[in-house]
């Protein structure tokens, strides 16, 4: 049976396989795909050389935004030539799944969402991944955080940036995260996307609601959060409220990569639920 995991972000594929998911190779196969604008996938752009910046970005959205990340989920699937897919989607990864089952809700299996990113509402209802970040940095770095997540938020200047200028933006917050969320074992990652982490804001833009998109996804969905994350436990439940066939557990000591640091807890949890399918 075939499996496809759809990572997280920004932009960074993982090592493949995933440890927490090798006792379960034998009975599925699990599909690993770097999401276009990151790791070997096509980069279509470096520098925009218009000063039109709506259709700037336009064309952003359109060739990496949120709709075309969702339709190469199903460009997939008839690759694979499965009616139905089971995905697992990790952070980033879990939103981009769960709009997926929103749009293609017959073509689900089952859906395994692991720390889902809390992108479902904007505003944000609760603290976002980089406020949460700050808070956590020693006081003495906070204000250069501050001004890195100036540089960063600076969408009057985007289309003066290249694609080699958003990598290192990413990998700067990078450098922050692994600061506050030490991970001994965070897989290893290709280099990160640039401008498709910026296409997923526009896409997005500062005011959406999916949440009453996900109701009408029947498909069984399994919610994974894991108990020191960042996250916040209500954030990742969040998801599995939505869901009308959802089922929500907790993985015990470990953060935002659940499947790395505890992959036997893991392993089993999933492998229970799919064996329920």
Same mark, same amino acid.
């Given at each position: 049976r075939n499996v496809l995991i759809v990572h997280g972000g920004p932009g960074m594929p993982y090592r493949q396989p995933w440890s927490g998911l090798q006792d379960l190779s034998s009975s599925y196969r699990f599909n690993y795909y770097d999401q276009? %604008?990151?790791g070997k996938s096509t980069r279509p752009f470096d520098r925009f050389t218009s000063n039109n910046m709506y259709?700037?970005?336009t064309t952003l959205d359109r060739t990496l935004g949120l709709g075309a990340q969702v339709a190469d989920i199903e460009r997939i699937r008839r690759i694979l030539g499965e009616e139905k897919l089971i995905i697992i989607g990790h952070s980033w990864g %879990?939103?981009?799944?769960?709009? !997926?089952?929103?749009?293609f809700p017959e073509h689900v299996e089952a859906l395994i969402l692991v720390s889902p990113a809390t992108m479902l509402v904007m505003p944000q209802q609760e603290a976002d991944l980089f406020a949460s970040t700050r808070e956590r940095l020693p006081q003495s770095e906070q204000a250069g955080f501050d001004a890195f997540m100036k540089d960063y938020m600076d969408f009057g200047s985007l289309f003066k940036r290249s694609e080699a200028d958003l990598v290192a933006l990413n990998t700067r917050f990078g450098e922050y995260y692994a600061e506050v969320m030490p991970l001994n &074992?965070? @897989?290893?990652?290709?280099? @990160?996307? %640039?401008w498709m982490t910026w296409? %997923? !804001?526009v896409s997005m833009g500062q005011k959406h609601d999916y949440r009453e998109a996900l109701r009408g996804v029947t498909a069984p969905v399994l919610v994974l959060h894991g /108990?020191? &994350?960042?996250? /916040?436990?209500a954030a990742s439940r969040q998801y599995s409220d939505l869901? @009308?066939?959802?089922q929500f557990a907790v993985i015990n000591d470990a953060t935002h990569f659940s499947f790395e640091e505890q992959p036997l807890q893991f392993s089993n949890v999933v492998s229970q639920f799919l064996a329920g399918q």
């Open positions: 276009r %604008g990151c259709e700037n970005m %879990g939103f981009l799944a769960s709009l !997926y089952a929103a749009e &074992d965070l @897989p290893a990652q290709g280099e @990160p996307g %640039g296409a %997923g !804001y /108990s020191n &994350d960042l996250q /916040s436990e869901f @009308p066939n959802a």
